[in-house]
């Protein structure tokens, strides 16, 4: 689903900003500044003969960032707005709508800065089975295991599209 949805709409805006950053501009400074250490390790020795730990540790370096980035950072959505009954998020050119009755589960990582928020899709669609993304923090927090209030509102509404809200 493409068209500009996110754009013209004024839903409240639920992510972070500055996945680009996080996506693009510290990936490429990571890897430019191995390659770098790496050419420098091969050619700058005085015998002409490169040690090797000079060529083997940008090597491992990047192949740890390669499977960080993989992992915590290259499946980020870059955008998601709140619908009310629905999210619209937008990752690269694709944009969808999720009904919150497709989320199986809703989770926030504790221990990553920032954190992030993991919605598991009952039926995949365009973006997979899972949509991760950054949450937006509504308010300065000392506590660091506080609960996010986003990220409660959505878990509550969720729970309740899905007709699994307790009668009180």
Not at 63 to 70: D, H, K, M, P, V
Not at 80 to 91: F, P
Not at 116 to 139: M, N
Request: glycine share 8%.
């Amino acid at each position: 689903m493409t068209g500009g949805l996110l754009r013209d709409t004024k839903m409240e805006r639920i992510s972070r900003g500055g996945t680009f950053f996080l996506k693009v501009v510290f990936p490429a400074s990571w890897f430019g500044f191995l390659s770098l250490f790496l050419i420098v390790g091969a050619l700058g020795d005085e015998w002409k003969r490169p040690i090797p730990i000079f060529l083997i540790q940008p090597l491992v370096m990047m192949a740890f960032g390669y499977i960080l980035f993989r992992k915590l950072v290259w499946n980020l959505a870059d955008e998601v707005r709140d619908g009310g009954s629905y999210l619209l998020v937008r990752k690269g050119s694709v944009e969808q709508r999720v009904l919150l009755t497709n989320v199986m589960n809703v989770s926030v990582s504790q221990f990553t800065n920032p954190r992030r928020l993991t919605l598991r899709l009952r039926r995949p669609c365009e973006l997979g089975d899972e949509i991760t993304f950054i949450l937006k923090q509504p308010t300065f927090q000392l506590n660091p295991f506080a609960r996010n209030a986003i990220a409660e509102d959505l878990l509550k509404r969720v729970d309740a599209a899905r007709g699994c809200g307790a009668a009180a």
